[in-house]
């Protein structure tokens, strides 16, 4: 068995620059890796099965040189980058690949990845885009149907006691994010924000036990250590589409500002509400990923069945809990981010805008081409937007 | 008492300006060049020659904003402020009562809602170049013409063309295609303007349109487009007489407002010391900057 060295923040720092290296070692020790695609998939049955879930990423730092001959390059750049590292052999050590309807593009890619990148387990999980009791019901159906392949995939039964010991090392996990999200009230927040993206990016990427060592581990450093997040004028809640790496968040924290709230995925979304323990496990889990993660690609619509809409209050339903996040985290703007070509977040902006405005919370979009390079442009814009809100 | 005063550079893709203010906000100087490849060693060009101007030496300035574009690559400014704010407020200090200033420079387009001076929201046209300086500079080359011939030439149509594309290299094929149809030139160009104006026009509905309207940079002093802009608003556009300098201007009076306010604070402002010496590049520059 390997023992890693480095502790806290130095482990991120070495993880996020050789992501796969754990899962590599644990597949030499005899286990099975399971990739997924966003944060859609019930990763909770994969470790009830001793099985390592790894989320699968893009990497923006490498220029998109096979995808393209499967997916346009008018659509989502993030999607087909994650598609160019399968095709190049980047995930050729998973063992599975789980995937979900997240959106059009999303499932288009499951098809060709299943085709072209031929990883020896594969599945996708038709999750439903609404909220309403059908559609709950249909994520249960879903959800045991995935359960059941696995099972067949692994040779072994899920039982609900081990089911719902899984979700309890998950609930513990999101509590420990959830703690470490709490350092960032203070001023200086006590994590920057490109720190928070590469923890999190680590420990979607590593055994869910070990991501929770982790965790501790840094809670308590980021308390005692002396090089912390310097005190900026502007605190700024990012919202949005995929950022699976640092370079943006970087540009922004390079000019007069923190970020110290998300609600991006690769951050505190997949991590803010538990599953509830429920007598059927099933019940919590699809409650969990149908209704209370809040990623538009699911429409949580006020009153799906009133005949009268009231636009604000729906507004409010939807939207309400980034209110909260500005009021505790103290945030006195936030900046909406989309990579291009992303109708799911695209679409999402307008009514997220003017529900900012309803609060008379200041709030910038922008869009960006999931590269590192050109970001010039956009540090204008978000410089210009700090000295509005002073 | 000593006079003291205070510089804005604007460091653009294609130009760049600086402004010398006096405490009064008289306007002592002004330099307008072409920005090349070597942002610094010209940041340093620019300035001596405004400050011949001005009769007085870098030691005499009591602060220095740097902006536009390559603002990071000034080695003698106190502070970077966007080119927002500063053509902002450079443009309200020309017209009080704007309300929204475009600004088409080489390489973009901004539009800026401003009240009482100051601004309070932006758009801005994305990375590439089309519809902007650039754009004309590449067609008015094919057509044989300079930058300062398209305007004049423009009023003379009767009958403009539709230009669809903004993107410079299609827009030049289609310039190809009417000219080989038999398309008077003074049309051709016409449609040109146009097509600019058109696509600033729908950026700029976003910050909703409320004269007074001021239109500046370098495109603005192409009558054609100024014209243009006027239809395609449906409000008169006003233009300072040296629509460059708004960016330049505005810095250098955010300056003075900087240190006045300090003084009335009775607080101290951090600055830099001064030196033009030979232009370093990049991470070498902590000897010009710490005066070593």
Known sequence: ?390 | MIPIYFAGIDLGSTMTKVVIVDESEKLLAYVVQHTGAEHRRLANKVMEESLRQAVITIDEITYVIATGYGRINVPFADKQITELTCHARGVAHFFPNVRLAIDIGGQDAKGMKVKNGKLIDFVMSDKCAAGTGRYLEVVAHTLGLTLEDLGPISLKSTRKVSISSICTIFAQQEVSNHLSAGVLLEDVVAGLHDAIAGRVARMVRRLKIEPDVVFTGGVAKNIGVIKALEENLGCPVLVPSEPLLSGALGAALIARETILKAQAEGKSVQTTRRKLGEATFFKQDDGILSGN
């Open chain 1, 1 to 390: 068995m390997v023992i890693a060295t480095k502790k806290g923040l130095a482990r991120v720092q070495e993880l996020y620059q050789d992501r796969p290296q754990r899962v590599k070692e644990l597949k030499a020790e005899g286990k099975k890796i399971i990739g997924y695609l966003c944060i859609y998939p019930v990763t909770e049955m994969m470790t009830a099965l001793d099985i390592v879930p790894y989320r699968v990423l893009g990497d923006m730092r490498e220029s998109i040189t096979k995808a393209d001959a499967y997916l346009p390059p008018v659509v989502c750049p993030f999607l087909r980058s994650c598609l160019d590292q399968g095709l190049k052999g980047k995930y050729d050590f998973l063992d599975g690949m789980v995937t979900s309807h997240i959106c059009d593009v999303g499932s288009s890619l499951s098809g060709i990845w299943h085709y072209t990148v031929k990883t020896p387990f594969h599945y996708n999980i038709d999750t439903p885009h609404t909220v309403h009791e059908t559609a709950l019901n249909q994520t249960k159906g879903v959800m045991k149907a995935f359960q059941k392949a696995l099972e067949d995939f692994a040779g072994k039964k899920i039982t609900n006691a081990k089911l719902k010991k899984a979700i309890i090392l998950h609930n513990e996990q999101r509590a420990l994010v959830r703690e470490a999200y709490e350092l960032k009230k203070q001023d200086p927040p006590l994590i920057s924000g490109a720190e928070t993206l590469k923890t999190i990016k680590v420990i979607q990427s590593i055994p869910v036990a070990e991501g929770n060592a982790l965790l501790r581990d840094i809670i308590s450093e980021v308390k005692t250590r002396k090089n912390k997040p310097a005190k900026k004028n502007a605190r700024l809640l990012v919202w949005g589409s995929i950022l699976d790496d640092t370079p943006l968040i970087e540009m922004i924290e390079s000019l007069d500002a923190n970020v110290v709230m998300d609600d991006t995925c690769v951050g505190s979304r997949p991590f803010f509400d538990d599953v509830k323990i429920t007598p059927d496990p099933i019940d919590g889990l699809a409650q969990h990923y149908l209704v209370d993660i809040k990623c538009p690609r699911t429409f949580r619509a006020r009153d799906f069945y009133a005949a009268k809409k009231n636009y604000m209050e729906d507004l409010k339903t939807r939207f309400s809990y980034l209110s909260d996040y500005a009021r505790e985290w103290k945030a006195n703007g936030v900046i909406l981010q989309s990579v291009r070509y992303c109708d799911t977040h695209g679409y999402e902006v307008p009514q997220v805008r003017d529900y900012l405005r309803e609060i008379d919370l200041p709030g910038i979009y922008l869009e960006h081409d999931y590269t590192v390079g050109a970001l010039a442009p956009l540090k204008t814009r978000v410089q210009g937007f700090l000295e509005i809100i002073g």
